[in-house]
């Protein structure tokens, strides 16, 4: 199994290539907007709920690890205005820009902050844990086993 950096990684670039389609397959943006829906939750949720805990605690990255929870929140806002949105038209594309660039931001901000410190604080094997737990939470919120516990 990877480590929860580079799974955390995967994500991103996954992320990334779904923002080229929607910016590029006007006919196909609902469904492509259903996708990175699912995928934002449920990576933000593991992250939020098996990795931040760890930034914050043994890499000393409470700031970093709080702001990157309130990021989240941010982009599954701007996110769900924008499914609620027709998906054609100028101001359907600002948003979506504005969106792509929220998570850009977000993603960069994570890829030289965060997983550099917490790849520091935490050993190898520690890692590989954090990578099966951030696993393990991403599918259960993707299969919608964890409903009945929110």
């Known amino acids: 199994m990877a480590d929860v950096v580079e799974l955390i990684t995967q994500d991103h670039r996954t992320l990334e290539e779904l ?5 590029k397959d006007t006919e196909r943006r609902p469904e492509l907007l259903d996708k990175v829906a699912a995928l934002l ?5 593991a ?3 098996r990795v931040y805990p760890v930034v914050a605690k043994d890499a000393g990255e409470r700031d970093e690890a709080e702001h990157g929870t309130e990021e989240h929140h941010e982009a599954e806002d701007m996110l769900e205005r924008l499914r609620a949105m027709p998906p054609e038209g100028r ?15 977000h ?7 965060i997983l550099p410190a917490l ?7 520690r890692l590989q844990e954090l990578g099966a737990a ?3 939470r991403r599918r259960e919120e993707l ?3 964890t409903a009945a516990r929110r």
């Open 47 to 49: 992250e939020e709920e």
């Open 119 to 125: 790849r520091e604080a935490v050993s190898a094997e």
């Open 143 to 145: 299969t919608g086993t």
């Open 134 to 136: 951030f696993a393990e």
């Open 91 to 105: 101001e359907f594309e600002e948003r979506l820009k504005e969106f792509i660039d929220a998570v850009k931001h």
């Open 107 to 113: 993603v960069e901000e994570e890829e030289s902050d």
């Open 19 to 23: 923002f080229d389609e929607l910016q």
């Open 41 to 45: 939750t449920a990576h933000s949720r």
